[in-house]
Nanobody, 115 residues
């Protein structure tokens, strides 16, 4: 059974930084793309950033200068470094991993940014 487990969320103040981690397990395949999505309360999940197995990265426009997505050395791991956080970055951050055949999601880790 494929699992994605996120960690690293928490409650921080505006301007702080957080690093999120995602560890995938249960598959012999390497995810060709891993991504982070954010779901704010009462809103649809929105794409934040993606990284391919070849380390090509892509970001939602508003995140490009403050967020950094990366793949780990271990297979099917990904990270999201978030700097200078704003209250609008509050939400549940979910990790996504994709193979040619399947699309997998983690349960998410919650980030709250408030003063």
């Amino acid at each position: 059974q494929v699992q994605l487990v996120e960690s690293g969320g928490g409650s921080v103040e505006p301007g702080d930084s957080l690093g999120l981690s995602c560890v995938g397990s249960g598959t012999i395949f390497t995810f060709h793309t891993m991504a982070w999505y954010r779901q704010a309360a009462g809103k649809q999940r929105g794409w934040v950033a993606s990284v391919t197995a070849a380390n090509y990265t892509d970001y939602a426009d508003s995140k490009q200068d403050r967020f950094t997505i990366s793949r780990g050395n271990a297979k099917n791991t990904a990270y999201l470094q978030m700097n200078n956080l704003h209250p609008r970055n509050t939400g549940k951050y979910c990790c996504n991993g994709r193979t040619e055949e399947e699309n997998y999601w983690g349960q998410g880790t919650r980030v709250t940014v408030s003063s």
